[in-house]
């Protein structure tokens, strides 16, 4: 997909970030490897001539007026060309910055990235990168900038205009209802955790959850999920329950966010949905 500094970059978000997994599901994901290190790369980007506005010249420059790094640092990520994108003014990044910054993204993506773009915020103090949209996505292209304009942009495009397809999407949970206990919000992250639970007929109190697995996951929270309390997540003047047990009093994200962040555990249905967002959340009341 052709790419100018006339047009916005296309960044898929989730959870606190518009939804978007990609190369990694929220929990765990597949890892990105890079090409060579990271100071390698940056030295041999060092060679290229920087241009007045800050970027690189020379035979690397497109008919467009973008930069192609990788002719003198060589392939990022899943053997990506590096792109330094020409601005409407001119402006272009030095592939020193870009390749210190996309090598940092790769790095941080398998466990930082947010949703299905996988989004970095922050890099060096500055730059944002995510998971283009569309096509892009199905690409692996990265698109990257600064101080949240569009004067400096760096993306990573197929290599020789082919490159490699990503492998599908590892995604845990997408279109299914599960039982769970939220044990807390991962804010490094912005991921609500959970444990897959069961109920366990018997005992004192003619049954009880119990962990389905050990294993503890992490899913972002949709912008526009829908949550439903019973008694302990937005009490209403008396319990508000289905015939299955599951809270129907309408909550905010903001009570939701809340009781994750408290030490009380929630027992709750959730909803998630195929981006493997959580979209839905009922309590479940267990008097």
Known sequence: MGFTALKSMKLVMAGGAVAATALLSACGGNNVDGNGSASKNISDAAAVKQAPQGGSAGTAATSN???NCSEHGGQVG???DLIAVQSANGSIPGCTEAFNVMTKYYELAPTQGEGPGKRVLGIDGHWDCA???EEEF??????????????????TAPTAGKGQQPSAPTRRFPNTTQTV????????VAMAQFQLITWQPGGADNGHFVPADPKTYRLPVSQAAKVFGAAELCPGDEVALDPQGRGTNPCTEQALMEKLNSSSPLHAEIHVDKNDNIDVVKEIYRP
């Open 65 to 67: 007026g973008d930069v």
């Open 78 to 80: 899943p053997q990506m």
């Open 131 to 133: 998971l283009g949209a």
């Open 138 to 155: 199905t690409q692996g292209v990265v698109n990257c900038g600064k101080d949240g304009g569009t004067e400096f942009m760096i993306k």
């Open 181 to 188: 206990q939220f044990t807390g919000f991962d804010h490094s």
